[in-house]
């Protein structure tokens, strides 16, 4: 509520003091309110008006209404006030402008000359870096982006990818399973995925042919966690189906894609190899990036590719048509159409092409490391 002033019906030295403060209270709390010219021009009026402004007031009932032996004392009181009013009017006004010259900010306390607090732009990690940089190599040839899940069943995870129950290829990844399965039957046990192979499948169930896909995505190894495995790591799945595919088509797509990737120059070799779900099966190995081939970097052996010229980078081959047997019911037919698939770790792809040695370094999240891999703005 607005103050007022009140009427002194004693002049005792207490409720004179009590009626002092209450006005210097008030004065003062209105003061601090003003906070533009005209706020200021209503206060000054307020309290300094000659009719009806507070002081004029006090001096009406308080001085003029005093009886004759309080007045000395009342009237000091007043002259006080009054200096103390006058001089604080007219700094309230300097106040007033110069907040008034401040930008809107929510407190007026806020010291806008403090510097302020530097917020780094975030980057790709390197690995969603050279994963980004495939996933759009292959979209440019028209493929699409499919994913699926990281906890998989056996179904789908081996033996519809032709890894028959007990097969020894099995043997070839080393899988966490979930524990508490083994009341399932085989084929429905959980297990973290050790590929991004099953997608393929999922994949085949859901589109008919034809197909052209990449699956980006984690997968899980029971591997030591060391400068060269992690039991999580990234691949990049690649599949497609149509009628007539070849493995020329193959060596063409993968060539094109390997020279997007590593640079114009690399060449490309296929040396034979094994996986339950191609037929041919292939590793696919490119020229050496850094030393281009020449397996020395200067008159030093070049330790990227240990000096044979040429880095491992994928398996790939002819899908296997009892791979399209699982799901021939989709349109997938073997004597009909063929296909080729290839599959790459990123992680390692990423350590290849950014030169550094320990793939902890990708998972220990030290901003010192990962910060070298801002792009430039
Ligand atoms: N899934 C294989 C692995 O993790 C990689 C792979 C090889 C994927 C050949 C393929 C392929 O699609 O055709 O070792």
Same mark, same amino acid.
């Given at each position: 509520?607005?103050?007022?002033?009140?009427?002194?019906?004693?002049? %005792?030295?207490?409720?004179?003091?009590?009626?002092?403060?209450?006005?210097?209270?008030?004065?003062?709390?209105?003061?601090? +309110?003003?906070? %533009?010219?005209?706020?200021?021009?209503?206060?000054?009026?307020?309290?300094?008006?000659?009719?009806?402004?507070?002081l004029t007031?006090v001096n009406d009932?308080?001085l003029k209404?005093?009886?004759?032996?309080?007045?000395?004392?009342?009237?000091?009181?007043v002259?006080?006030?009054?200096?103390?009013?006058?001089?604080?009017?007219?700094?309230?006004?300097?106040?007033?402008?110069?907040?008034?010259?401040?930008?809107?900010?929510? %407190?007026?306390?806020?010291?806008?000359?403090?510097?302020?607090?530097?917020? @780094?732009?975030?980057?790709?990690?390197?690995?969603?870096?050279?994963?980004?940089?495939?996933?759009?190599?292959?979209?440019?040839?028209?493929?699409?982006?499919?994913?699926?899940?990281?906890?998989?069943?056996?179904?789908?995870?081996?033996?519809?990818?032709?890894?028959?129950?007990?097969?020894?290829?099995?043997?070839?990844?080393?899988?966490?399973?979930?524990?508490?399965?083994?009341?399932?039957?085989?084929?429905?046990?959980?297990?973290?995925?050790?590929?991004?192979?099953?997608?393929?499948?999922?994949?085949?169930?859901?589109?008919?042919? @034809?197909?052209?896909?990449?699956?980006?995505?984690?997968?899980?190894?029971?591997?030591?966690?060391? +400068?060269?495995?992690?039991?999580?790591?990234?691949?990049?799945?690649?599949? +497609?189906?149509?009628?007539?595919?070849?493995?020329?088509?193959?060596?063409?797509?993968?060539?094109?894609?390997?020279?997007?990737?590593?640079?114009?120059?690399?060449?490309?070799?296929?040396?034979?190899?094994?996986?339950?779900?191609?037929?041919? %099966?292939?590793?696919?190995?490119?020229?050496?990036?850094?030393?281009?081939?020449?397996?020395?970097?200067?008159?030093?052996?070049?330790?990227?590719?240990?000096?044979?010229?040429?880095?491992?980078?994928?398996?790939?081959?002819?899908?296997?048509?009892?791979?399209?047997?699982?799901?021939?019911?989709?349109?997938?037919?073997?004597?009909?159409?063929?296909?080729?698939?290839?599959?790459?770790?990123?992680?390692?792809?990423?350590?290849?092409?950014?030169?550094?040695?320990?793939?902890?370094?990708?998972?220990?999240?030290?901003?010192?490391?990962?910060?070298?891999?801002?792009?430039?703005?």
């Amino acid at each position: 509520m607005a103050y007022t002033v009140p009427k002194l019906t004693d002049y %005792s030295k207490e409720s004179l003091d009590k009626a002092v403060r209450e006005l210097v209270r008030a004065f003062e709390r209105e003061a601090e +309110a003003v906070s %533009s010219e005209a706020d200021w021009k209503n206060f000054r009026d307020r309290w300094m008006a000659r009719k009806n402004g507070v002081l004029t007031l006090v001096n009406d009932l308080w001085l003029k209404a005093a009886p004759k032996a309080d007045k000395r004392d009342v009237g000091q009181w007043v002259n006080e006030l009054k200096t103390l009013v006058e001089e604080k009017v007219d700094r309230a006004l300097e106040r007033a402008k110069t907040q008034a010259s401040w930008p809107k900010l929510s %407190s007026d306390r806020l010291d806008i000359t403090l510097p302020g607090i530097r917020r @780094p732009l975030g980057v790709e990690h390197p690995v969603i870096k050279t994963w980004n940089e495939m996933v759009d190599i292959f979209c440019n040839l028209g493929y699409s982006v499919e994913e699926g899940p990281e906890i998989e069943t056996d179904y789908y995870n081996f033996e519809a990818l032709n890894f028959p129950p007990n097969h020894p290829a099995r043997d070839m990844q080393d899988t966490l399973f979930v524990a508490g399965q083994d009341a399932k039957p085989l084929r429905e046990r959980l297990l973290l995925r050790t590929h991004t192979s099953p997608v393929q499948i999922h994949t085949m169930e859901k589109l008919k042919p @034809p197909l052209r896909i990449v699956i980006p995505g984690k997968v899980y190894r029971r591997d030591a966690f060391d +400068a060269s495995h992690s039991p999580m790591f990234h691949q990049i799945e690649g599949l +497609a189906v149509d009628t007539n595919i070849t493995f020329g088509d193959l060596k063409g797509t993968l060539d094109h894609a390997m020279k997007m990737m590593f640079g114009s120059s690399v060449k490309t070799h296929f040396r034979p190899s094994f996986f339950p779900f191609t037929e041919p %099966s292939a590793e696919m190995l490119v020229s050496c990036f850094i030393c281009g081939g020449s397996g020395k970097r200067c008159s030093d052996p070049c330790r990227t590719c240990k000096t044979t010229g040429w880095i491992e980078i994928l398996g790939c081959g002819m899908v296997d048509p009892n791979v399209f047997e699982f799901v021939k019911h989709n349109g997938y037919d073997p004597a009909k159409v063929s296909g080729f698939a290839f599959g790459m770790g990123l992680d390692r792809v990423a350590m290849l092409l950014y030169e550094f040695p320990d793939l902890r370094l990708l998972l220990d999240g030290d901003e010192r490391f990962l910060s070298q891999f801002a792009r430039e703005a």
